[in-house]
């Protein structure tokens, strides 16, 4: 037996048999709510403000990609079939059985029983953005780092990015920074004319930002130099906007209790004028509005702060599908998936409704106490961390307590893309936990490749810009601007 071969076992052994590294539920623990660990990893945070580290799951519409795992003992190895060989090519589907076959000769020679399973998994991504300014992309399903960069200045705050398969917009101070997505590579940079209330982002080549002085300010990605298109709400835009991109709509919550949607069409004719965003429709709500706006099937579901939940659909003249009222304050985004709408109250009370007509879940009329945040969403169950720093499990169809394992989970991503439960701990590691023998993630919502459409000829809308008179208001108050009007005080006071 050769030292290189003492070599590779050893290492092999150290991997397999060694406690999760970074992870926060050991395997037996995640076993007694039929989970089992995927993977974990150390993010980087600020040492000034580590609280204050994002991540966002983003699911691609490239095709599904194709992996060979190896797991034993709990623990796996990802081959990706991308990978390139010793000529310079990707190894293909062959190529990664072959060096899985290698791999699991060395691992029962240790005494191990290794299992090869071919898995076919959607493009997945988390995107993790400190205060300091640091960025970092992670595969959603293996937990490898893609690449990681560092924009702007520490000193400025540095906004959550958002991202689609093109760009990944990251916005610092006043100056907004566009990352190429497969890469991280530094594309282009600018200051914009405003100061941004909230992060920037980008939609159809257009690259938005809700501006803290009450305009929704419109950059064309391929020529920022090119006058921006503007539109003037008045109120302040401090909440992060959500985006529908099946409707090509974002979302912005505007002070003090609107959410304004904006739809940000393509340009579909080549060397045509781009089309600015249109004001399509308004959403008032009885009391200010906290929360992310979430996309769902073909419209957004909004929370506001006094307990109201509205279903809105914002292309058909903001038709109000449903609203309920839960009886509680609402700050955080509700988390959608398998048709139901979960949220956490303030006071740390789990509420769940039924998105297609707003009525409260079957099997959740009593509301469930001392609970954080939602985590994910699988077929039978609910995965949460309650105000104890545990991970819990409750029955979908019944509201039922089926456990609860760990401690100190500090915080947790809240997964509306796949049943994948991420959690989060006060060192800054996250874990990646899936149900047993779940080797690919549930999708909630299939995203696909955007089909080719046929060029055609579009109205150009107007825009409301700064100083215009007697430009036409979509809501018909005649108002220059669409100023909100002053009312309940957006912190409390009235």
Known sequence: MTRNTLGWIWTLIALFSSATAYGQLTTAEAGRLGLEPRWSAALHTSLKEPSKTSVMIWQSSAPAKTSIELAAEGKQIVLDTN??????????????KAQAETLAKRMRFAGLKPVITERTSPNIFLL???????????????????????????????FPAMMNDKHVIVTNGSTIYALETETGKSLFSFRCEDAPGSAAGELNGRIFIPSITGKFIGYLTDDRTREPSRFVYGGRSIVRSGVNRDLNVVAVPVEPRFVFFFTIDPTEKANSK?????????????SPIFATPVPYEDSFIVCSRSGEIFRIN??????????????????????VAQNGVFVVSDPGELLAYDATNGSVLAGWDTSIKGIKQVLSITKDRVFVRNKSGQLAAYDFATGGLVG???????????????????????????????????????????????????PKEKPKPEIKRDGDAGADNPFGDGDAGMEAPAGDDPFGNG
């Open 274 to 286: 781009p089309i600015p965003p249109v004001a399509t429709a308004r959403l008032e709500a009885q």
């Open 83 to 96: 990978t390139l060989g010793a000529d310079g090519k990707p190894i293909g589907i062959d190529g990664a």
């Open 128 to 158: 993790v953005t400190a205060s300091d300014g640091s960025v970092e992309m992670l595969d959603a399903e293996t937990g490898k780092s893609l690449w990681m960069t560092q924009v702007g200045k520490t000193s400025q705050p540095t």
């Open 404 to 454: 609860t394992v760990g401690s100190g989970l500090v915080h947790g991503l809240a997964n509306p893309v796949s049943d994948r439960i991420y959690v989060i701990a006060a060192n800054g590691t996250i874990q990646c936990l899936a149900q047993k023998g779940a080797t690919s993630p549930l999708i909630h919502q299939n995203v696909q490749a955007p089909a080719e459409k046929e």
């Open 314 to 335: 914002p292309v058909a003249g903001g038709d109000i599908k449903w609203v309920t009222s839960t009886g509680s304050v609402l700050y955080s985004a509700p988390l």
